[in-house]
């Protein structure tokens, strides 16, 4: 069963403009990555964040994490044409290595 | 470094017809898993094994079964394969070393059609 439920299911935006992306969870986490997914391609790790942790920064990507509300968003700032893929949250809780994932944003950027 | 390696890309099966997934990894990772994705369900994890020697059930397993042959590699099996097992399959690597708390590596994965 899934964890993680993104938001909006798809987004469409314009090159420069930011995309904001929010994931929903329902148990105690120990962290929550994103993910991002160009077609027909594997999944690459984009950012991690503890449960202790607030917000995160990488490059264009900041991530929030709100554990009282069990939800997170994804911003990139300053799109580009190369941003659209598909955005997966995953969630970790226990102390296993498990993580499971949400099923996905799909992004385009128009140029 | 390759990263996470799969083969092969693309597969058609029978139903009824039997067929291995292969992975591998050169990142002398610990724990390696097998997902599958299919539209609008996201990523659902069949098998994982956290350590060289040891599997265990995800999400998903009825219908498959895993080796993990030595560290790098770990198979995936498709006994009788059934039209719902169509899919594209992800095999991903972690560390392992962090109690869960690392990232995935994943491979580019194999779409396989049951007809």
């Known amino acids: 069963s899934q964890q993680g439920e993104e938001d909006p299911q798809a987004l469409s935006i314009q090159e420069g403009e930011n995309a904001t992306m929010n994931c929903s969870y329902k148990?105690?986490?120990?962290?929550l990555q994103w993910y991002r997914q160009n077609s027909g391609r594997g999944l690459v790790h984009l950012i991690l964040i503890r449960s202790n942790e607030r917000e995160k920064h990488s490059g264009r990507l900041r991530v929030t994490l709100d554990t009282s509300k069990k939800s997170s968003s994804l911003l990139i700032t300053a799109s580009r044409a190369a941003d659209t893929a598909s955005y997966f949250c995953?969630?970790?809780?226990?102390?296993?290595?498990?993580?499971?994932f949400g099923k996905g944003i799909t992004l385009s950027v128009r140029p | 470094n390759a990263g996470v390696t799969q083969t092969p890309k693309f597969q058609v099966l029978k139903t009824g017809q039997s067929m291995t997934l292969q992975c591998a990894q050169d990142m002398n990772h610990n724990s390696m898993y097998w997902y599958r994705q299919d539209p609008g369900m996201g990523l659902r994890l069949i098998y994982y094994s956290a350590s060289e020697g040891t599997t265990d059930k995800g999400e998903v397993p009825n219908g498959y079964n895993v080796s993990r042959l030595n560290k790098r590699e770990f198979s995936l099996r498709l006994e009788s394969a059934a039209p719902s097992q169509t899919s594209v399959y992800f095999c991903?690597?972690?560390?392992?070393?962090?109690?869960?708390?690392?990232?995935?590596?994943f491979g580019p994965g194999t779409r396989l059609l049951v007809l």
């Open positions: 148990t105690s986490i120990n962290n």
């Open positions: 995953a969630t970790l809780s226990g102390a296993n290595s498990k993580l499971t």
């Open positions: 991903a690597s972690s560390t392992g070393l962090a109690g869960g708390q690392e990232t995935q590596y």
